[in-house]
T-cell receptor, first 113, second 110 residues
Framework: EAGVAQSPRYKIIEKRQSVAFWCNPI?????LYWYQQILGQGPKLLIQ????????DSQLPKDRFSAERLKGVDSTLKIQPAKLEDSAVYLC???????????FGQGTRLTVV | TQLLEQSPQFLSIQEGENLTVYCNSS?????LQWYRQEPGEGPVLLVT?????EVKKLKRLTFQFGDARKDSSLHITAAQPGDTGLYLC??????????FGTGTSLTVIP
């Protein structure tokens, strides 16, 4: 069974530029999550989708971050404009049964200079 | 707001020693998971506990969910260098919000 796929693995951009990350969840998983992880810390939930609807985006900085999950499968997370403090690993995860845990991709390491 | 606090934050032990990591909250969780994350990789799910007082064993790892479903612990027996990594607890609260803990970085020295 294929895991959660994310791209790109690494991205370096200048502040005020825009960037987009892509995620393809495990086939059949209705729930999709985007997390931001600062080095050495636990991941912070940015947004949770159930199919193509948003379940929780309370911690998403909506002035600069946006996410969509068209057709309830793939998802993209965009940052525009990026700030230095956005430097982090962005993780995508999916789950079949919400309360049974999630499966993660390898993440995208973003560096904003 | 960090709902799940883990302790200790850092742990460095010799191979063969035992250790316990704690995950505590003031909120009730309907389920709680433990993950291990290695550098450059995403977290990998180890176990899910759903019932207060539940104990699960996975080889040398023992997981316990508190009776009140507000805390959990992970005990590793005879730690090995391959156990090195960042251990994360995570859970769904009664509002179906999913939070990760602060993390425990474990280093097992050969």
């Amino acid at each position: 069974e294929a895991g959660v796929a994310q791209s790109p693995r690494y991205k370096i951009i200048e502040k005020r530029q825009s960037v987009a990350f892509w995620c393809n969840p495990i086939s059949g998983h209705a729930t999709l999550y985007w997390y931001q992880q600062i080095l050495g810390q636990g991941p912070k939930l940015l947004i949770q989708f159930q199919n193509n609807g948003v379940v929780d985006d309370s911690q998403l900085p909506k002035d600069r971050f946006s996410a969509e999950r068209l057709k309830g499968v793939d998802s993209t997370l965009k940052i525009q404009p990026a700030k230095l403090e956005d430097s982090a690993v962005y993780l995508c995860a999916s789950s079949l049964v919400v309360h049974r845990g999630a499966f993660f991709g390898q993440g995208t390491r973003l560096t904003v200079v | 707001t960090q709902l799940l606090e883990q302790s200790p934050q850092f742990l460095s032990i010799q191979e063969g020693e035992n250790l316990t990591v704690y995950c505590n909250s003031s909120s009730v969780f309907s389920s709680l998971q433990w993950y291990r994350q290695e550098p450059g990789e995403g977290p990998v799910l180890l176990v899910t506990v759903v019932t207060g007082g539940e104990v699960k064993k996975l080889k040398r790892l023992t997981f316990q969910f508190g009776d009140a479903r507000k805390d959990s612990s992970l005990h590793i027996t005879a730690a090995q260098p391959g156990d090195t990594g960042l251990y994360l607890c995570a859970g769904f609260n009664t509002g179906n919000q999913f939070y990760f803990g602060t993390g425990t970085s474990l280093t097992v020295i050969p």
